[in-house]
């Protein structure tokens, strides 16, 4: 085969030389091929077992919303049964495919699209959208159709560089990330799920590569997590180049990245707390927990998304007292609330079609509009906090207000607890997560009705630089270094301090060695990051001082380009990366 090169953004450093995988299940688009007249049969057997799981995995819901919510919110899904049984509906589906001989997956595409139109045209525009109903029901059984395809695809025994449209946090819940070489995408940014993810396991990635053109099958190909290039069928040029590239970036990263052991103290003798991020405790292990004072931020969505109905209540709280059980009572979880909607969605929970769900209903409008899912998560993280240290903190806070209702909520739970005599954890803190920039705006304010705040810098960023982290077209004007950036993050750093209300980071930044002098000098002591980059950042905290940290921060901020802060940042950086070693 002739070599071929593209050009992508590059979003995760490291060289990954090894069989690509081509994921069509992954991709927005559905498969369409044609089938022969002896696979029309095998092909409807497929359907109708899709269809049975789909109608199994709906009277399981409707189960759990009656108990949790009552009959009325349960009859949304008993809608979407009503359309499974329709036998129209079905009748369409199967002469689509023995006539037009097409795969189900497209010609149930196509029903539900005419479906659909045919709706909109009678419907009052007042009147419930059924369209919408229509559409979720024949996605869930094109999901059941494909599950095969995505099990294939994310759960490998060979190691691969996976090419996909999009990685969605969902995709990652099951990715066997020790066969995972590197990452292709066509969209997403810098500070997209697929960005930190790669970068979360040092994995190299490139996204914004137009795969329209990509073949479906791959042999041997080269990822370039640096310089965005990709090479497939290399010459031996090639592999000699990128094999010498490979071996100078897995010596800086080992140099950078080798276990540090003990507490993170500057050469001063100031401490600083590092704390982990996760989402999957079971992927970690107990050395990872030795040297950290707890976790900043735990996930709590991903478990909603491994399944096919919301957790109860118990299990939920089974779930949690084992990870305070796991991480010992002498050190914190911090719980953040299911922040779910943008795109983090649940098969079973339908949220709207948005224009752009990124600012649309998500985070805590979720929770306040669907109180009980968020009643019985706080129950059980206060029930789970009577067998250790749990904080609780919110998303997708905006003003002063939500802050307020959420701490009558939990006030209104604790009472609730107490008549029934269950036990609980009296001490729990409620903070708030500041990724809002009217949250940051009006800090001043929220830090004295909270117990904590947590800077979510990755979406504090994009809201702040009007930036989709996860479009690649935009990539470039996602930068954290901007000038207006450092000063809402020193501004709401300096409430914190001031008010004597705990203060952290939790994003990106907080886990780049790069911005660690940058954000110590600001005024941070706590720091929360994935597990992986713990060491590097303990090594940057080791090898300076406050005082230098302090007197970078003051330059920096007082600086009026992104260039300007960058280049000195650079310059001033006390692990002074090698050649290869990438910085910014």
Known sequence: MNRKTYRGTPISPG??????????????KIPVYYIDKSQVESELTRFHAAVSVAKSQIETMITEMESKLGAKDAMIFKVHSHILEDSHFIDLVEEKVREE??????????????????IAEVQNSGAKDTSADIRDVGNRVIRNLMADEKDHVLKREEHFILITHELLPSDTVHLDKSKLLGIVTEVGGKASHAAILSRSFGIPAVTGVDLTTFPRTVGEMVLDGRMGAIVLYPNSADMKRYEERRREFLEFKDTIYVKEEGEAVTLDGTEVELLANIENFDALNDEDFKDIKGIGLYRTEFMFMDRNTFPSEEEQYEIYRSILNKIGPDKEVTFRTIDIGGDKKLSYFRTPEEANPVLGWRGIRISFEWPDVFISQIRALLKAAAHGQVNIMLPMVTDLEEVRTANQYLTDIKNDLRKQGTPFGESVRLGVMIEVPAAAIDIDNIVHETDFISIGSNDLIQYMLAVDRNNAKVAEMYQPLNPAILKIIHRVIRAGVESGTRVSICGEMAGNFNYTQLLLG???????????????????????????????????????????????????????????????
Request: with cysteine; hydrophobic share 45%; net charge positive.
């Open 15 to 28: 060289i990954a030389i090894g069989p690509a995988f081509v994921s069509d299940s992954a991709a927005i």
């Open 101 to 118: 001989k097409i795969n189900v997956e497209a010609a149930l595409r196509e029903v539900i699209t005419w479906y659909s139109a045919q």
């Open 522 to 584: 600001m005024g941070l002591r706590r720091l929360s990051m994935t597990p992986f980059y713990i060491s590097g950042v303990k090594k940057a905290i080791r090898s300076t001082t406050i005082a230098d940290c302090e007197r970078i921060a003051g330059r920096a901020l007082n600086m009026r380009t992104l260039r300007e802060i960058r280049t000195y940042l650079k310059r001033m950086n006390v692990l002074n990366p090698p050649k290869g070693g990438k910085t910014f």
